[in-house]
C-alpha cells in the first residue's frame, strides 16, 4: 500500500514562490514505470494536472503553468517537490500529489493541501 502526504505553507504571498513536498511511504519512487504527480484543484473548478516526474527523473509539465514550475525529487528521502513560482491569487487551490503505477492509471492520491494566494 503506498501513501502520500503533502506538506508545505497554506499561505503564501503573491509574487513569491509556492513549495510543496510528497512524502511517500509503501514503495520507492524509483520503481519502474511509476510516475509521480501534481494537480491541483481551485475552488469551484476542476483537476488540473500540473506536472510530473517519473521514475527516470524526467520531467514534465503542463504548457500553461510550465515556464513557472519545477518538480524535483530527493530519493533517499522518498520525496518529490513542487515548486511554483510568481504566483498570483489564480494560483489559490488545493494541491494534490499522486501516484500512476503500472497500468497507467492513478492509483494512490495524497489527501490534498489548501493552499491560499493572498496579501
Known amino acids: 500500500q503506498v501513501q502520500l502526504q503533502e506538506s508545505g505553507p497554506g499561505l503564501v504571498k503573491p509574487s513569491q514562490t509556492l513549495s510543496l513536498t510528497c512524502t511517500v511511504s509503501?514503495?520507492?519512487?524509483?520503481?519502474?514505470?511509476?510516475?509521480w504527480t501534481w494537480i491541483r484543484q481551485p475552488p469551484g473548478k476542476g483537476l488540473e494536472w500540473i506536472g510530473a516526474?517519473?521514475?527516470?527523473?524526467?520531467?514534465y509539465y503542463s504548457p500553461s503553468l510550465k515556464s513557472r514550475t519545477s518538480i524535483s525529487r530527493d530519493t533517499s528521502k522518498k520525496q518529490f517537490t513542487l515548486q511554483l513560482s510568481s504566483v498570483t491569487p489564480e494560483d489559490t487551490a488545493v494541491y494534490y500529489c499522486a501516484m500512476i503505477g503500472v497500468s497507467d492509471e492513478y492509483e494512490y492520491w495524497g489527501q490534498g493541501t489548501q493552499v491560499t494566494v493572498s496579501s
Open positions: 516526474i517519473p521514475y527516470n527523473a524526467s520531467t
Open positions: 509503501g514503495d520507492s519512487i524509483t520503481t519502474n514505470f511509476y510516475s
